[in-house]
């Protein structure tokens, strides 16, 4: 027994004294007419009294373990997802674990600490009480953050201590949780997880196809490329087919594509676009011993343009390269071009495919108001078209292209032949004084993954880029301006490069560049045409792209975009609806079509104002089952509404990658301060680590039990009490 005092001993026993000879002093006093025994009684009540309250200021005691009250235990967290039922070396992954948890609880029971054995996959299961329990490895899937967030809320719960945890897994997640706030709550409970990763590579045959582009737009009865790639790996296959099947299922065309090389290849299925928006396959056979099916197919989304792309073109020096590209675009079944080039000072020369001849006038003919920019899905300018530009017409422009989504294409690199300053804004580059005569024009890779190359035209390596004639008379750039993408370099025979095919989104539109003439040897020479048309395709291509680009596509006055085309089960996606018309529609709705829902379902986005002050409207998708979900806009609206797809890929399953992390399991274990431990560190671990420590008043394992509180106290002072009363009311002192 020990005293831990309310009051210090230096000021409690004067006190003490104090008191007592005061009390005793009053109490005579108030006891003057008694006499005898009765008087010294109830002195000698009234003094056991003051006695016990300052004992109680005394506060004698122990300090009492709290080990039996609140006992802190380890726990094992045992993975038991179905890849843990994979054999290594004549042993099952969750076999090697059970012989891990044989000697731990060996070395608890001598430690005297206790140990919880808690199995996890999706999420966290009961506690194993009984130690012969077979551990069984069929989990559909693996999620650690979860089930150790539940972890720690069940013992939050319980008001159990955790000593430890120590995770046995192969460290493969399936999915991950995402905004997970589990590293976070290990930290404010101080808990450790130590890992223990079990298992090591092991290889699977699998083969998958990709493509680079999920969805391509066209206009019906165009010539357009799907392109597919195979590849293949842990697998002796040297072949593989690749498939590619209609909407209904059917087969359009089979190729036979040689892996031997590099475990990889592609092919591009040449089809005519159909006359709506429809959805191609790309597919290849499973190969031997191939576990994971998901990846063998793909859906690729040919998206049909039916309006026509309306092309202004202004041009101020007129060369081969304008004749060349106007000639070209006319030739196009789904251009509408209207070109305007100018001849002196005051003569101008207009050609408009709606009309039945060119013509000259000495007026200048050009849209000179908003409304009939925005008749015109693109405006092309080429050299010094100073004329053209007045300032109201250069802020006709930028309104154009920031409000109403147009795009304008700077064709031939620097448009003025002055400093012009009222459509620098659009420019995508500030430009030097310097200038490069000739050049090669090769493609980024920024270029590929925006989908300009690599599909209808080359790919970035592909050899076509080097064996075109050389272009000219670009002018070097001092600066590229924020959020531009440059497409394609220019590389000259020094081996110096500079950008030369940019584009560049502003406000709902896009403004594009090609910093070069002479595209036009493309077409001219035959030797070049030989190779193929690429001059077409090149224009072609670009503009379709540029337009595409643009939120709005040509002839719609709606724009549909999604945060990502794909996504996986539970994910949220966002969609936003752009409109840039004049009547503002009373509702706008999303229809959602897929197979694997029972029917389509209808979404209202809500309403809002940009921060441009224009109107949209958005909202969030979240789908579980994989697939193609359909999405479109849906109006009281007769004019054309856009459409895109969200492919929701399956979760990687348990077998789809069998190869242990032991990355992930060292990270878990250093954002919780714990260990990572292998099979030569766990017995030193043990040792170590999981002993019983002592309680003490550091560790927090003990409290101080004060014997004043005992029932047995508080009785004796009612009797002590009670009895002086009763004494004093029979002495008639109450």
């Known amino acids: 027994m020990s005293l831990q005092p309310v009051i210090p001993l230096v000021i409690l026993i004067p006190l003490a004294l104090v008191c007592i000879v005061l009390m005793a002093w009053l109490c005579l006093r108030t006891l003057k007419q008694l006499k005898g025994r009765i008087k010294w009684t109830i002195l000698s009540l009234r003094l056991a009294t003051v006695c016990i309250f300052l004992v109680a200021l005394l506060n004698p005691g122990e300090w009492k373990s709290l080990d039996d009250q609140n006992s802190e235990e380890w726990v094992l967290m045992v993975d038991t997802s179905a890849s843990m039922d994979v054999n290594e070396g004549g042993k099952k992954r969750i076999d090697q674990i059970t012989e891990h948890l044989t000697a731990i609880r060996n070395h608890s029971a001598e430690a005297g600490v206790n140990v919880s054995v808690i199995p996890f996959d999706v999420d966290l299961k009961q506690t194993i009480e009984d130690e012969s329990t077979r551990l069984v490895a069929n989990g559909a899937s693996s999620q650690f953050e979860v089930s150790a967030d539940q972890l720690l809320q069940r013992y939050a719960s319980s008001g159990k201590k955790i000593g430890g945890v120590i995770v046995f897994s192969d460290g493969r997640q399936t999915t991950h949780a995402s905004n997970s706030a589990f590293f976070m709550k290990a930290k404010s409970f101080a808990t450790q997880f130590h890992t223990y990763t079990v298992g090591q590579d092991f290889p699977t045959a699998d083969v998958a196809v990709s493509s680079p582009y999920r969805m391509v737009s066209a206009f019906t009865g165009q010539q357009i490329q799907i392109t597919g790639h195979v590849k293949i790996k842990n697998s002796d296959q040297k072949f593989a087919n690749l498939e590619l099947l209609d909407d209904g299922g059917t087969v359009i065309e089979t190729v036979k594509l040689d892996l031997s090389e590099s475990g990889g290849a592609a092919h591009s299925f040449s089809l005519v676009t159909p006359e709506k928006t429809t959805y191609y396959t790309l597919r290849t056979s499973p190969i031997e011993n191939e576990i994971r099916l998901a990846n063998n197919e793909m859906k690729v989304n040919v998206r049909v343009l039916q309006s026509k792309t309306k092309v202004f073109i202004a041009e101020g020096a007129p060369y081969w390269d304008s004749k060349f590209f106007a000639q070209l675009l006319r030739q196009q079944k789904h251009m509408d071009v209207t070109s305007v080039y100018r001849l002196s000072q005051s003569r101008w020369f207009m050609v408009d495919s709606s009309s039945a001849k060119p013509f000259e006038t000495d007026q200048l003919v050009f849209p000179d108001t908003v409304e009939k920019l925005a008749e015109y899905d693109l405006v092309v300018f080429g050299k010094n078209i100073d004329g053209f530009i007045t300032p109201q017409i250069a802020s006709n422009i930028k309104q154009y292209v920031r409000e109403n989504g147009g795009a304008v294409l700077f064709a031939r690199g620097q448009s003025f032949a002055s400093q012009w300053t009222d459509l620098q804004a659009l420019e995508p580059v500030l430009w030097s004084q310097n200038k490069i005569k000739q050049f ?41 301006r924020p959020f531009t993408r440059v497409l394609a370099e220019g590389k000259s025979a020094t081996g110096e490069t500079f950008p030369l095919l940019m584009v560049r989104r502003y406000g709902q539109g896009v403004s594009g560049m090609i910093n070069a003439d002479g595209l036009w040897k493309w077409d001219f020479y035959p030797e070049v045409k030989e190779k193929g048309n690429m001059y077409n395709e090149f224009w072609s291509q670009l503009i379709q792209w540029m337009v595409s680009y643009s939120e709005f596509l040509p002839g719609y006055d709606y724009s549909l975009h999604l945060s990502s085309s794909t996504a996986h089960g539970g994910d949220t996606v966002s969609v936003k609806v752009g409109f840039r018309g004049d009547e503002v529609p009373e509702t706008v709705q999303l229809l959602v079509e897929s197979d694997q829902l029972s029917e389509p379902v209808k979404i209202l986005p809500s309403k809002s104002i940009a921060q441009d002050g224009r109107i949209e409207w958005r909202t969030s998708l979240k789908y579980e089952q994989p697939g193609v979900y359909r999405i479109r806009v849906v109006t009281d609206s007769q004019a054309p509404l856009p459409e895109t797809s969200l492919t929701i890929e399956a979760a990687p399953g348990e077998f789809d990658e069998l190869n242990a992390d032991p990355e992930y399991m060292r990270f878990v274990a250093t954002e919780t301060g714990g260990d990572s431990l292998d099979a030569g560190s766990i017995a030193a671990f043990l040792n170590n680590k999981v002993i019983k420590e002592e309680a003490s008043l550091e560790n927090g394992r003990v409290k101080w039990s004060s014997i004043w509180l005992h029932w047995l106290v508080a009785m004796l002072l009612v009797a002590i009490l009670g009895g002086e009363w009763w004494l004093r009311r029979r002495n008639g002192l109450i």
Do not use: H
């Open 440 to 480: 090669k024009l090769l493609p980024t890779q920024e270029g590929e993954a925006i989908g300009l190359f690599g599909q209808v035209l080359p790919a970035k390596d592909s050899v076509t880029w080097s064996t075109l004639p050389p272009l000219q008379d670009a002018r070097a750039v001092e600066s590229v």
